[in-house]
């Protein structure tokens, strides 16, 4: 499996923006990321496949999010803009071989890393 460290998570007032990073072990065909607030059901936020194509199957995060990668650094990103209190999360890098609808439906199955939180105050 593809290992995968993040970093870039923190504390930031509502309408401000972080960015988050996640550096892989090596390409696998869809990256992508989940987040999981406390009590709630984790989420799946933003995804990449190998040919570029993006998803972003959370209408809250539309507009807002932006998922891209570095090649030469073996890095994914998420921007994340005008952030709101209900972004608040742990945040997830997670990666598929198999593929981006993988990604989000054989969950089990993904490479994870060890999460960033995010924290937006209002």
């Known amino acids: 499996q593809v290992q995968l460290v993040e970093s870039g998570g923190g504390s930031v007032q509502a309408g401000g923006s972080l960015r988050l990073s996640c550096t892989y072990s090596y390409t696998p065909a869809c990256m992508g990321w989940f987040r999981q607030a406390p009590g709630k059901e984790r989420e799946g936020v933003a995804a990449?496949?190998?040919?570029?194509?993006?998803?972003y199957p959370s209408d809250s995060v539309k507009g807002r999010f932006t998922i891209s990668k570095d090649n030469a650094s073996n890095t994914v990103y998420l921007q994340m803009n005008s952030l709101k209190p209900e972004d608040t999360a742990m945040y997830y890098c997670a990666a598929a071989d198999s593929g981006c609808l993988r990604l989000w439906i054989d969950v089990e199955n993904n490479s994870w890393g060890q999460g960033t939180q995010v924290t937006v105050s209002s």
């Open positions: 990449l496949d190998s040919d570029g194509s993006t998803s």
